[in-house]
């Protein structure tokens, strides 16, 4: 089951603070990052400002948009023309570790202008596809109940991508101009930075991610979340 809270996911308690305080203090905890910026939902900025607390660098909020995308965008905007590096980071990632964070800056810095972070996959993943000629039985949840596989992709190669992910800002600035018509609407905007960079034909190069960087999306997540801060 998804997270379910009256609140924004990166409002929402671990370990006694919101995750927007874990991922801020990460980020400033890096000792890579000048200007933090926070996109949230539109009239909830003096909110997550004070669900931050103290910092010390300077912060941002800014209204996002109605996409992630959208979101990353106006928080762009805010990056100065003298700024290197850009990081694009989820709240919903808020035990990600510093070392992490200096990990991608290091990589963007040495001369590769899209990095992210990235772990192996360890699972065997098929592509599939509706069966041809088939009924589409469909679960409570809507999704095909008998699909066939296509294809079993080669694992070795394959990585699962986390946050913080660094771009140099002039090419994340072109990227998202070039995508722009994609941020209005969530089954076409991009699900990550990355895409964009990829769309406009541009490499983009993975580092060592951290198992600590985990994605908290189900109530399950929040639970291993908590208990990774615990053993902290």
Do not use: C, N, Y
């Amino acid at each position: 089951m998804r997270l379910g809270r009256d609140v924004p996911k990166a409002l929402v308690d671990v370990g006694g603070l919101p995750m927007i305080a874990h991922a801020a203090r990460a980020l400033a905890d890096s000792g890579v990052v000048d200007l933090l910026v926070i996109t949230a939902p539109p009239g909830r900025s003096a909110e997550m400002r004070a669900a931050v607390g103290p910092l010390d660098l300077e912060l941002q909020v800014v209204d996002g948009g109605v996409t992630r995308q959208a979101s990353v965008a106006a928080g762009l905007a805010r990056a100065e023309p003298g700024t290197d590096v850009v990081l694009v980071h989820d709240a919903a990632r808020p035990l990600t570790p510093p070392a992490l964070v200096r990990r991608v800056v290091a990589a963007v810095r040495s001369g590769h202008p899209a990095v992210v972070p990235g772990l192996p996959v360890t699972d065997t993943i098929k592509r599939v596809a509706p069966d041809d000629g088939a009924p589409v039985e469909r679960s409570a949840a809507g999704a095909p109940v008998v699909e066939r596989v296509v294809e079993t992709p080669d694992r070795s190669t394959l990585r699962a991508v986390q946050t913080p992910q660094g771009f140099e800002r002039e090419l994340l600035v072109r990227a998202h101009a070039e995508g722009a018509s994609r941020a209005a609407a969530e089954h076409l905007a991009a699900t990550d930075d990355a895409g964009l960079v990829e769309a406009l034909g541009e490499p983009v190069h993975v580092v060592a991610g951290d198992a600590a960087a985990l994605k908290i999306t189900t109530e399950r997540d929040l639970a291993v979340a908590t208990l990774l801060l615990e053993e902290r």
